[in-house]
């Protein structure tokens, strides 16, 4: 539960359980004190927020004892100002995030976003699917369920951890060592969390968190700076559509991919069919997307291909720049696989548009 957020002022304490506020009249600040009912405090600034005071502890082996955070999004009805959220997930072109944290030794806890998933555009309570991604963990604390394996995604390397707390189903994905500041797109632990099988490309993204799960003392933690927002398909930082794309080049809108593979123990091709199914012509095009856990690009063809972490890239070369209304253009690559049958990508973006797959 929340209570309606209030506009921030400068260096803002918070000590009431669910006490929370507004900064940059766009994010909600949350004290969040859940799980015991000793004293928690935070001071909010313009740009984040600092436990001053975190008494009290909980066993490592249960569930932690609150979890301040600043979210973007919507929380147990309380949405902050001017959120496009719940978006559905196929039609998210990119969420940009950034979080900076200042960390302390005399604690236990983890530093972490949580972002939430569900089959429906919920605004309140509990959603279907939660992800962890756990920057920093100090203690013997472990995330919920078992670890699964790895992960690359952003260019590290995470551990993954799936399970159930009972009310909703949990995928973790831990840093092997502390990440003191980051930027990242949430849309690759989301697609990643597809690839898995925990959400669907039709279900809900709802908020965006982060902050901290402390388990023993706290105060000092801080985080100094969040950002997060949600563009739709078109790609534009407003999240409202008519942006421009990657590249610069303008967002095309219509397009279809289609996606063929052929494999072997551990290898692969795969080629990718792009057709303009709007009526505009696209001159000049990126596309990006999600290779799912275990795979890797080697070399390619029709395209200038780079990856980062788990995400794909590819730009045109000359004769294949263009694509009429109705027209189609390919491009191909090879790649590695940890074995068994390659899965395939399940989110395309031209130019920043989310396409259809067929």
Known sequence: ?????????????ICAQYGSTT?????????????????????????????????????????????????????YTNCSPGTN??????????????????????????ASY?????????????????????????????????????ANIGGRSWEVWTGSNGSNDVISFIAPSAIASMSFDVMDFVDETVNRGMAQRSWYLTSIQ????????????AVNSFSASVNTGSGDGGGTGGGTGGGGEPAPSGCEVTYTTNS????FTADVGIKN????????????????????????????????????TARPVDHNRNIAPG????????????????????????????CTVR
């Open 277 to 312: 199914t709007g009526s505009t012509a696209i001159n000049g095009w990126e596309m990006n997307f999600a290779l799912p856990s275990g795979q890797s690009v080697t070399s390619a063809w029709n395209a200038t291909v780079s990856t980062s972490g788990g995400t794909v």
């Open 23 to 75: 900064i940059q009249g766009k994010y909600v600040v949350q004290n969040n004190r859940w799980g015991t009912s000793a004293t928690q405090c935070i001071n909010v600034t313009s740009t984040g927020f600092r436990l001053t005071q975190a008494d009290g502890s909980v066993p490592t082996n249960g569930a932690p004892k609150s979890y301040p955070s600043v979210y973007y999004g919507c929380h």
């Open 114 to 150: 949580d972002i939430w998933l569900d089959p429906t555009p919920k605004k309140d309570g509990v959603n279907r699917t939660e992800i962890m991604i756990w920057l920093n963990r100090v203690g013997p604390i472990q995330p919920i369920g078992s670890r699964v394996g790895t």
């Open 264 to 267: 072997w123990s551990n290898g």
């Open 85 to 110: 959220l719940p978006m559905q997930v196929g039609s998210i072109g990119s969420a940009p995030s950034s979080i900076s944290y200042t960390y302390v030794n005399n604690a236990v806890y983890n």
């Open 210 to 221: 982060a902050g901290f799960e402390p388990w023993q003392n706290g105060a000092g933690l």
């Open 327 to 354: 027209g189609t253009q390919s491009f191909g690559f090879q790649g590695t696989h940890t074995g068994g049958t390659p899965g395939e990508p399940t989110r395309f973006t031209l130019n920043g548009t989310v």
């Open 1 to 13: 539960m929340a209570t309606t957020a209030q506009s921030a002022r400068a260096d803002e304490q």
